[in-house]
T-cell receptor
Framework: AQSVTQPDIHITVSEGASLELRCNYSYGATPYLFWYVQSPGQGLQLLLK??????LVQGIKGFEAEFKRSQSSFNLRKPSVHWSDAAEYFCAVSGGSYIPTFGRGTSLIVHP | GAGVSQSPSNKVTEKGKDVELRCDPISGHTALYWYRQSLGQGLEFLIYFQGNSAPDKSGLPSDRFSAERTGGSVSTLTIQRTQQEDSAVYLC??????????????FGPGTRLTVL
């Protein structure tokens, strides 16, 4: 079975500060990993995904994530946060199943 | 628009009534998913359609929930005899590839269901 843990329910950062959102997964083989963002009142939008190859993945809106097999992690980072980045962030894993499993999400609050 | 659309955007109903939620996927997308998002929870998978194959209903929480997809396009999620615990945002997503676990899902804005 596959599972995802997002340990932080809420994260608060100041605008311009760096950001790291944590994601830990459980899956017995090489996982397929995703980060989605959900702005208020909106559906989810894909930020980036990892399937294979380079473990550092670049996404949209200046986000990146690094796959670390030894730590079963796929943390999302951004060097400088903008107020418009305030949203809910979801990590997801897909293994042998074609149906991704989503984490509970991390709510990002950005202070001016 | 070229995105996934859902209707209604909001639905308020009384306990015990039936509701129907609609999803229009992106044209040409063969895979369609329904999820439920409760307050403070992640996305709970409900049902998955892929082309003409039998749907994967493994996530439906009870027999009060059903869904169909007509003509490989529009899908309707029906909840019979609604209960207060059914209150949630219901999200629909579609994707292009039959290897849906590897493909980007495109989500609609959701239907917020409130059961009084």
């Amino acid at each position: 079975a596959q599972s995802v843990t997002q340990p932080d329910i809420h994260i608060t950062v100041s605008e311009g500060a760096s950001l790291e959102l944590r994601c830990n997964y459980s899956y017995g083989a090489t996982p397929y990993l995703f980060w989605y963002v959900q702005s208020p009142g909106q559906g989810l939008q894909l930020l980036l995904k990892y399937f294979s190859g380079d473990t550092l993945v670049q996404g949209i809106k200046g986000f990146e994530a690094e796959f670390k097999r030894s730590q079963s992690s796929f943390n999302l980072r951004k060097p400088s946060v903008h107020w418009s980045d305030a949203a809910e962030y979801f990590c997801a894993v897909s293994g042998g199943s074609y149906i991704p499993t989503f984490g509970r999400g991390t709510s990002l609050i950005v202070h001016p | 628009g070229a995105g996934v659309s859902q209707s209604p955007s909001n639905k308020v109903t009384e306990k015990g009534k039936d509701v129907e939620l609609r999803c229009d996927p992106i044209s040409g997308h063969t895979a369609l998913y329904w999820y439920r998002q409760s307050l403070g929870q992640g996305l709970e998978f409900l049902i998955y359609f892929q082309g003409n194959s039998a749907p994967d209903k493994s996530g439906l929480p009870s027999d009060r929930f059903s869904a169909e997809r007509t003509g490989g396009s529009v899908s309707t999620l029906t909840i019979q005899r609604t209960q207060q615990e059914d209150s949630a945002v219901y999200l629909c997503a579609s994707s292009l590839s039959p290897l849906a676990g590897l493909d980007t899902q495109y989500f609609g804005p959701g239907t917020r269901l409130t059961v009084l």
